[in-house]
């Protein structure tokens, strides 16, 4: 696969259009109308989403020669635990990779909200390392990972949450669950707040 440069996953602009009024947040139902409509994305096992920002899925985690041709240096596995995918540093021992993991339930009344900013820094930092390479990972690759990218792009690279969806879903299709996606609302709205958007 080749390497996607930061340019080629910009958020798309679009030439002549002016932003007639202030940032209206999203709605849940017109998030959930983007997110099922608007399907340009793949769904590979692991996919780039932003440079150098990968999101993938159990097996992806797993395939530890593929890790290494990717050259993935830093994994986030936002399912971790004993009865989903119990990777864990022991898993990728003798690899030069680093591995945090959240125990995180694929349920809408789980607070992944908690581990947005905490995740977000992990990855900017991970990012900022010469050859730095984040996979982010849950067990279908959709709605755990997916939301925590999300957040990332939201906090660190300034976008609204429906850009950070678009961005995402240019590349791959993903499907936050309703709470997660009510919780990055709350994030969207915050942001929105501190950075003027309205």
């Not at 340019?7 to 099922?36: E, M, N």
């Not at 905490?118 to 849950?138: E, K, T």
């Amino acid at each position: 696969m080749d390497s996607l440069q930061k340019q080629d996953l910009r958020r798309p602009k679009i030439h002549g259009a002016v932003r007639a009024s202030p940032y209206q947040p999203p709605t849940l139902a017109s998030l959930q109308r983007l997110l099922w409509v608007r399907q340009a994305g793949t769904l590979n096992h692991i996919d780039e989403v932003w440079p150098s920002l990968f999101l993938g899925d159990a097996y992806a985690a797993r395939d530890k020669s593929k890790l290494i041709q990717l050259g993935i240096t830093h994994i986030v596995n936002a399912a971790a635990g004993k009865f989903q995918v119990d990777t864990g540093a022991k898993f990728y021992h003798g690899m030069s990779l680093e591995y945090y993991g959240i125990e995180a339930d694929d349920n809408p009344f789980f607070d992944l909200s908690v581990y947005f900013l905490p995740v977000a820094r992990y990855i900017r930092a991970a990012l900022s390392v010469p050859q730095g390479r984040v996979l982010v990972h849950c067990a279908m690759g959709v709605s755990r990972s997916a939301t925590l990218v999300l957040a990332f792009l939201m906090i660190y690279e300034n976008m609204t949450l429906v850009e950070a969806i678009q961005t995402v879903q240019a590349h791959r299709n993903i499907c936050p669950n309703s709470g997660f996606l009510r919780q990055l609302q709350v994030l969207d709205n915050r942001l929105g707040r501190e950075t003027g958007r309205f």
